[in-house]
């Protein structure tokens, strides 16, 4: 290697043909030994390849911390889990009381509900929980601290070789800029990592992938400074403190690594500016999403053509974003390929028959029904469907209204999504245009999942169940009242949906699974009130609908709700919805008043909370849960103020 390739002349000062040895450093220019120039400059060069090891090693200790934490999580999560057994009693049987342990733990959680769970400083970060901020204050302060560890803040003014009288400035600035530099790399690869639908933080963790959007664009704002304050300070460097100008300025400026550099930093720019929520809103979900992809990949290669000795941290980045991909594909394969009627084996869609539900003034809603040949999800998961006759580029999540139970080796889907713009506004049309011509229509959809995790899974019988939602989320918890009403019931448990909707006749999207909560209210203590939002009055359609919802005693055929139909039910009891708006009024339940009247009107366990809709329906669902918990009655005995809430996250704005 030529001395110009180990150092580029004008951004350093050792000459390697006067090195009696070279000092190898991991992810810099080797050192020269001894040091040949003047004393000012070789004690500023112990400062920089001191920082810049120190920055290494902080870099390895900010990795291990994390692993460590995610490992830690993992353990403790599949070793050891708070004693439930008396939560697994059902009938009459009480339990004698809780282990200190469990106490403890719940103590614990039902402290920390009630502080960390609600939203916090919306107007910067957005429909996030205290909780979230937390960690990111912890990590944001974390790095703080090792940017400026150890680092001499220290001048040394040092002659220019072969020009008398002029001096260059040299200072803790160097080595400042170039350890936030480090860090910057080393936040790639976890960056990368975050964002990842395939995530192995996930399946590590149990925490959906979802819920690590949050931490992976506020690291992405994180390296954005750290990245401007790296280019800033080399600036200041090179143009105002180095001599002689504007000679060094523009050697500096032209080396084919600051070139680079340049390109990085505006890409990383150009993707701060698209992830904001004014400019998603401004250009489109999917234009953010695709544009992020290409600058991101793009903005790594740039970083190795910057400086390609840290490439221990831009390696890794690349390979965990297309082994994601990669898995996507995988996933999608296994659940479409497979061996058709004629022996063959090959890629094939799966046919969604089309319900077509009008409203002309808050957008139309389509459902989806159909069975495909793959394993059962879990009750919470989503999907990512790909409409082929629309777009084979872009694919949604939905989550399944059904359950997934699986019959002669296939699984029945079944979704409702409402158009608004984009992909599902095209839907809707499609849908409108073929039931045109036929009362039957189908449309071929492309599964990749799924993805997230149970909701159910923890669920015990004596736990109270409130189950929240707002429109189309009704997808998101009817799926846990269905397989909780296929189980015996519990004495002394309280079950209760509460569904906003706009119309009365939104009420037809889920008629037949509706009417099977409904028929199960008595033997399983179902309580099931809907409030109507932007409409007073109901017409005779919608009256009929609410009968017809309330005779049912067994589901019909739908491939959807067959599986549900419930024999020996008692009679059902008629739905008690509620208006609350009108015409151009447009008014919530008040999710305070009814969270706290629910945990009242338990008698006794813990409850649960699911709740999926609006971001304003989440945020005040949030605040409501919390205001419930109470640790100081959980240890006195009390589990009734143990509140816990699981949403559907997956919008943070």
């Not at 490439?311 to 497979?338: K, N, V």
């Not at 849960?625 to 009734?640: E, H, I, L, M, T």
């Amino acid at each position: 290697m030529t001395t110009d390739e180990r150092f580029p002349v004008p951004r350093h000062i050792q000459n390697e043909s006067e090195a009696g040895y070279l000092e190898p450093h991991w992810g810099y220019f080797s050192r020269v030994r001894p040091c040949t120039n003047d004393q000012g400059s070789c004690d500023y060069l112990d400062q920089v390849y001191n920082s810049h090891d120190l920055g290494i090693l902080y870099s390895g200790i900010l990795w291990s911390t994390v692993l460590g934490i995610v490992f830690i999580w993992t353990i403790g999560r599949r070793s050891y889990a708070p004693s439930r057994g008396h939560d697994l009693l059902s009938g009459d049987t009480r339990a004698a009381g809780a282990s200190s342990v469990t106490r403890l733990w719940r103590t614990f959680s039902a402290s920390a509900r009630r502080l960390l769970l609600p939203d916090a400083i919306r107007p910067i970060f957005g429909r996030t929980t205290r909780l979230q901020v937390l960690i990111l204050a912890a990590l944001a302060t974390y790095l703080l601290i090792w940017s400026f560890l150890r680092i001499a803040y220290k001048t040394w003014i040092t002659p220019v070789k072969n020009a008398p009288g002029l001096f260059n400035t040299r200072s803790s600035l160097g080595p400042f800029s170039d350890r936030v530099g480090i860090l910057a790399y080393a936040l790639t690869p976890l960056s990368i990592l975050l964002s990842s639908r395939e995530s192995v933080l996930s399946l590590l963790t149990g925490i959906p992938h979802q819920s690590f959007n949050f931490l992976h664009r506020w690291l992405g704002y994180i390296i954005f400074i750290q990245g401007s304050v790296h280019t800033i300070g080399w600036t200041i460097i090179e143009v105002r403190l180095y001599q002689p100008q504007p000679l060094t300025a523009i050697e500096w400026i032209t080396q084919t690594y600051m070139i680079w550099g340049v390109v990085a930093m505006i890409l990383l720019l150009l993707l701060v500016i698209l992830s904001t929520p004014w400019a998603i809103r401004l250009t489109g979900y999917e234009f953010f999403r695709k544009a992020h992809y290409v600058l991101a990949i793009i903005y790594i290669g740039a970083c190795w053509g910057h400086w390609d000795k840290l490439e221990c941290f831009l390696l890794p980045s690349l390979l965990i974003w297309f082994l994601d991909r990669g898995a996507r594909f995988l996933r999608t394969a296994l659940i479409h390929y497979q061996y058709l009627p004629d022996g063959s084996m090959r890629f094939r869609t799966a046919p969604a028959s089309l319900t077509h539900f009008p409203d002309v003034e808050h957008g139309d809603v389509v459902r989806l029904d159909f069975t495909q040949p793959h394993g059962p999800w879990k009750i919470g998961q989503h999907f990512y469907l790909c409409f082929a006759e629309s777009s084979i580029w872009q694919s949604h999540p939905f989550t399944p209204l059904s359950l997934p139970e699986t019959r002669d080796g296939s699984v029945t889907h079944s979704y409702i999504l409402r158009a608004k713009k984009g992909e599902t506004k095209k839907i809707a049309e499609l849908a409108l245009n073929k039931l045109a011509w036929s009362l039957k229509a189908t449309t071929p959809v492309i599964l990749t999942g799924p993805y997230g995790e149970s909701i159910t899974e923890t669920l015990m019988p004596v736990d109270n169940l409130l189950c929240v939602a707002g429109g189309t989320g009704i997808a998101y918890v009817l799926p846990a009242l269905l397989g909780l009403i296929r189980k015996p019931s519990v004495r002394d448990r309280k079950v209760q949906l509460i569904w906003a909707v706009r119309r009365r006749a939104d009420l037809s999207w889920i008629e037949q699974e509706l009417a099977v909560i409904n028929n199960a209210a008595t033997s399983h203590g179902i309580e099931v009130t809907i409030y109507v939002t932007r409409e007073c009055g109901s017409s005779i359609h919608d009256k009929k609908l609410e009968k017809q919802i309330a005779d049912v005693k067994v589901v019909g055929s739908s491939p959807s709700s067959s599986p549900m139909s419930i024999t020996d039910v008692q009679t059902a009891t008629p739905l008690d919805v509620q208006e609350l708006g009108s015409k151009g009024l447009n008014r919530h339940p008040d999710l305070k008043a009814l969270v706290s009247e629910f945990v009242d009107g338990t008698v006794r366990g813990s409850t649960r909370v699911f709740g999926s809709g609006p971001g304003g329906m989440i945020s005040d669902l949030r605040s409501a849960v919390a205001a419930r918990n109470s640790g100081a009655k959980v240890w006195r005995g009390d589990d009734r103020f143990d509140v816990s809430l699981v949403c559907d996250d997956r919008l943070e704005w």
